[in-house]
């Protein structure tokens, strides 16, 4: 039978004091709604659906999946409510699995741990031990410990209170259960809304047996109200990606000073240092080095290369055995060739670096496709742009750039050109030979320093 995920996205999230919908608020760099909708993609399905309300059309906007069935619920009325909205789209023999747009680190093994639980059961809810469970609805069983119902907090008397097995608010059941339960559900209750919970002791008044799933974890059920909770299941969630990294054999300075905000793939023997931070897709070699204090985005960093503190990566290649930084800027479209090094203060952006090129202080490095064995040196800028155009400067193989160069745009400096330093280079230079721009040095003999006078 195929599962559908209802994923419940209609909240206001008030508690967040924030002009952006709840469930588009991040964990890791991705929207809470966003984890859950990978983790429901996991599961065997065939299309999802959203209740959407507050905010949905920005919700919309940034969730395009072609799979997702948008139902709009007007008016929070409770979360039984929420899911009637949805009664047309859900086919009779599906699996509806329930789950919360703000209950972001929830895995789909435990989505499908609780649809196990249907394999004798007519409904299953998935349930977690608190030791403070206020605020939560109450599972309440029979003496022969069987579910027969959810009380909410609002609604229990004291003895209900005190139970402490809590209702998470996933549940699943057949789609065509389910409708009929919906059907049925009143506001009869202490905040006259629809509970979804009331279909519990709908289930079992026919007879229907009420199974739980019992998740050890809290973080993965714990849902978002404010930003405190965010922060919480933030570090919950990066403390999970530095274990899987310390797992793949990466060495982490200090597992708690580390965030991923994507993804990290990694090869053998890596060491990352304290504060380094890792923004959507990228991939790093065998035995790379990363310094404390790097934002490294959307890169690939080949083995043997080391990354010097306080270095900032962005959509840039990085080949074996370079050296970047310290305080080095690698921009977008930026190719490190194998054994390259950028050095301190060093900014380059979208330029080919040939093999063993060496860029090692001072220096902007703009448009330009730069040969192998290179050396730039420090405070050589290439004047890549007019205002109003942006031009290109090649570099040929085992050119020597004297220091304090300005490369003026479009220029090419043929190979194993030498340029002196000091010098502004508008006109390409000839093969093998030295080029300089220098106006001559003078001494004014005699000259005297002015003095102040008393
Ligand atoms: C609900 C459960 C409670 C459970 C708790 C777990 C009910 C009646 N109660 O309580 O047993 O312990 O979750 O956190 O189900 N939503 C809508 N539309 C609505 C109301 C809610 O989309 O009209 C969404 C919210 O955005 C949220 C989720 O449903 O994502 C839960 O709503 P919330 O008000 O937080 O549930 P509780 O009343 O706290
Ligand atoms: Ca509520």
């Known amino acids: 039978m195929k599962l559908l995920p209802i994923i419940l996205a209609a909240g206001q999230g008030s508690r967040m004091n924030s002009s952006l919908p709840k469930v588009l608020h991040q964990i890791g760099g991705k929207s809470m709604l966003r984890h859950v909708i990978d983790s429901c993609r996991q599961l065997d399905h065939e299309k999802l659906i959203i209740i959407y309300g507050h905010g949905g059309d920005l919700v919309k906007e940034q ?209 990352i240092d304290i504060n380094n931070v890792f923004i959507g897709d990228n991939q790093i070699g065998d035995n790379v080095t990363i310094h404390p204090g790097c934002v490294i985005e959307n890169a690939v960093i080949g083995n043997n290369s080391e990354i010097h503190a306080n270095s900032v990566i962005e959509s840039a290649k990085i080949g074996s055995k370079c050296s970047v930084g310290p305080f080095a800027r690698v921009r977008p479209n930026t190719v490190l060739s194998d054994e390259a090094k950028v050095g301190n203060f060093v900014e380059i952006k979208k330029s080919i670096i040939g093999k063993g090129s060496k860029i090692s202080h001072l220096s902007y490095i703009g448009d330009t496709v730069m040969g192998d064995n290179v050396n730039i040196g420090a405070g050589t800028i290439t004047c890549n742009y007019d205002g109003v155009n942006k031009f290109q400067t090649t570099i040929g193989d085992d050119v020597f750039i004297g220091s304090d160069t300005q490369l003026v745009a479009p220029v090419t400096v043929a190979n194993r050109s030498t340029i002196g330093a000091g010098s502004t280079i508008t006109k390409n230079t000839p093969e093998n030979e030295l080029t300089l721009s220098r106006s001559k040095q003078l001494t004014l003999k005699g000259w005297q320093r002015p003095t102040k006078n008393k």
């Open 63 to 271: 969730t395009t999946d072609s799979d997702i069935d948008w139902v709009l619920q007007a008016e929070q009325k409770g979360t039984g409510h929420a899911v009637l909205q949805a009664h047309d789209s859900i086919p009779d023999d599906n699996i509806v699995v329930i789950a919360y747009g703000d209950v972001p680190l929830i895995k789909s093994e435990t989505l499908n741990l609780l649809v196990s639980k249907l394999s004798d059961a007519s409904l299953s809810v998935l349930t977690t031990k608190l030791n403070d469970p206020s605020g939560y609805g109450r599972i309440i069983r029979d003496e022969n410990s069987k579910i027969s119902a959810i009380v909410e907090e609002k609604d229990a008397n004291e003895n209900q209170k005190l139970v402490n097995e809590i209702n998470t608010g996933f549940i699943a059941a057949k789609g065509k259960d389910l409708k009929r339960w919906l059907n049925q559900i009143k506001p009869d209750n202490n905040q006259a809304e629809y509970y979804l919970t009331d279909c519990i002791a709908l289930a079992v008044a026919e007879g229907g047996l009420v199974e739980a799933a019992v998740c050890d974890d809290h973080n993965e059920v714990q849902g978002v109200n404010n930003r405190i909770q965010q922060a919480q299941l933030e570090r919950a969630y990066q403390g999970e990606q530095a274990e899987q990294l310390m797992l793949k054999g990466v060495t982490l300075a200090d597992p708690s000073r580390i965030d991923v905000r994507g993804t990290v793939t990694v090869g053998k023997d890596v060491f």
